[in-house]
């Protein structure tokens, strides 16, 4: 196997350039536990920053220790949160515009899931999460303004880059709403291995 350019990094696993960091800054404290990395890996590509998966390193990481002890609606909210932020905070407008209709359906498919499947929990987080960002809008944008004058790659590039997003939902469709999995983390894992 062999190195691969890929969108990010987890932080539990990642070596990041310290000229990256001083540029685009640290982890965010708003977003306390998850997607902080996701947040920093996106904001280092924007600002024309590569990340790399090199096979060959070895991690040893218990993934999902830590926060299954605080895990509870509040903190799967607040992951929701984090997810839209990072999206939203990060990518270039025409990259979202583009991403829009596949993010409408996404929505609309794990609406129905959950509801089929009676996993109201789920639905409740979800469109919380969604009601939150559309209250906070103006916010959100004011400090997506900020991170954009940093944005030196091209939408195009970070297009390039993306991966149709539907095998890895089905998969969390599968373990989360079908095997009644309660971690999303453990859920993405798998689904790696898979």
């Known amino acids: 196997a062999s190195v691969v350019e890929v969108m990010g990094a987890c932080a539990g696993a990642a070596f990041w350039r310290v ?18 990395d996701a947040d920093l890996s996106l904001r280092g590509i924007v600002a024309g920053w590569r990340f790399v998966f090199q096979p060959k390193a070895v991690v040893y990481h218990k993934h999902n220790y830590s926060i299954k002890k605080i895990r509870d609606f509040n903190f799967n909210l607040r992951s929701q949160k984090n997810q839209l932020l990072a ?4 990518l270039p407008f025409l990259v979202i515009l583009f991403n829009l209709p596949f993010i409408i359906l996404r929505d609309l498919g794990v609406t129905l899931g959950v509801l089929i499947f009676g996993r109201f929990d789920l ?4 469109w ?8 906070n809008w103006r916010q959100i944008f ?13 939408s195009w590039v970070i297009l390039r880059k993306q991966k149709f997003f539907f095998p890895l939902y089905f998969t969390y469709f599968k373990r989360i709403i079908l ?3 309660t971690s999303l983390l453990t859920a993405s894992s798998r689904a790696k291995k898979d």
């Open 19 to 36: 000229k990256m960091l001083r540029q685009i800054g640290l982890f965010r404290e708003e977003f306390f536990a998850n997607y902080e």
């Open 87 to 90: 999206y939203w905070y990060n």
């Open 123 to 126: 639905l409740k987080v979800f």
């Open 128 to 135: 919380l999460a969604r009601f939150w960002f559309l209250k």
């Open 142 to 154: 004011q400090e997506r303004k900020k991170i954009q004058q940093f944005s030196r790659a091209s």
């Open 179 to 181: 095997a009644r999995e």
